[in-house]
């Protein structure tokens, strides 16, 4: 299978959790990047913001055509109460409708990931094959073992599907 693993980050817990992702998976990887500076007190307010908002965003362009790939899996961190950060919202919307076969990972600091799995599949029109959810708790050392078997059971409800 043919996998794509597409990630946003800013403090860098969904980078490394789309890096595990893609490493079980020997899957190709790609990071959005937003242009717009969302670093500082004021601009971590505007992001908030901006996520509510489901605002788009100024993003690099795309190395991988994600619409050759079997299966897409999508991550972002959770802003703004549980909301898409622009940067994956402004992806999805530049690829609506042309991606095949997509799943979702989310990392955040409070438990609020509903809402982002219901806002991504209204985005995209459709479910996603597996969704996934760590916060940032379970990102620490102390809770390797619960991250890593949440992990490995999102990438085996993948490679069952």
Do not use: H
Not at 32 to 61: Q, W, Y
């Amino acid at each position: 299978m043919n996998v794509l693993v597409v990630y946003t980050t800013q403090g860098g817990n969904t980078k490394r959790v789309a890096e595990d992702i893609a490493a079980l998976l020997g899957a190709d990887i790609e990071r959005v990047v937003d242009r717009k500076k969302r670093s500082g007190f004021f601009n971590f307010l505007i992001s908030g913001r901006d996520a509510i908002r489901k605002n788009l965003t100024d993003i690099e362009p795309s190395m991988k055509d994600p619409t050759i790939y079997d299966m897409v899996i999508l991550g972002s961190p959770l802003w703004g109460f549980g909301s898409m950060t622009p940067a994956i919202r402004t992806y999805l919307t530049q690829y609506e409708g042309r991606i095949k076969r997509n799943a979702i990972f989310c990392t955040n600091w409070f438990s609020k990931q509903e809402k982002f799995f219901a806002s991504f599949a209204e985005l995209t029109g459709s479910r996603p094959i597996a969704t996934l959810g760590l916060m940032a708790k379970e990102l620490n050392r102390a809770n390797f073992a619960l991250y890593e078997e949440k992990v490995r059971e999102f990438v085996e409800q993948l490679c069952e599907k």
